[in-house]
């Protein structure tokens, strides 16, 4: 069993700054991709930022240059700082983290999700 504990997640004004965090923990043999994907009012679930396990991350457009995603092997911890906040970005960040079992076994996990409010 992997449990995934995010927080970081509150309301901020327009242009300001947050940091997400996920910790993994349980049974992980290793962790492939990590990544933050979020869902606003009405809206379906989208993915904002990926990181692989070499650390080559990828963004959607819409936060490019906002957002930077990171992570730590050791910890098995991914974090999201998000800067500039638009009210836009008012969602609820999810994480998702690909974790191996075991050697060739690899399962898809959520965390429970942190909601992130950008409004003045």
């Known amino acids: 069993q992997v449990e995934l504990v995010e927080s970081g997640g509150g309301s901020v004004q327009p242009g300001g700054s947050l940091r997400l965090s996920c910790a993994a923990s349980?049974?992980?043999?290793?962790?492939?991709?990590m990544g933050w994907y979020r869902q606003a009012p009405g809206k379906e679930r989208e993915l904002a930022a990926m990181?692989?396990?070499?650390?080559?991350?990828n963004y959607a457009d819409s936060v490019k240059g906002r957002l930077t995603i990171s992570r730590d092997n050791v910890e098995n911890t991914v974090w999201l700082q998000m800067g500039s906040l638009k009210p836009e970005d008012t969602a609820v960040y999810y994480c998702?983290?690909?974790?191996?079992?075991?050697?060739?076994?690899?399962?898809?996990?959520w965390g429970k999700g942190t909601p992130v409010t950008g409004s003045s």
């Open positions: 998702n983290v690909d974790v191996v079992i075991k050697a060739g076994y690899a399962m898809k996990y």
């Open positions: 349980g049974s992980i043999f290793s962790i492939k991709a």
């Open positions: 990181i692989s396990s070499d650390s080559s991350a």
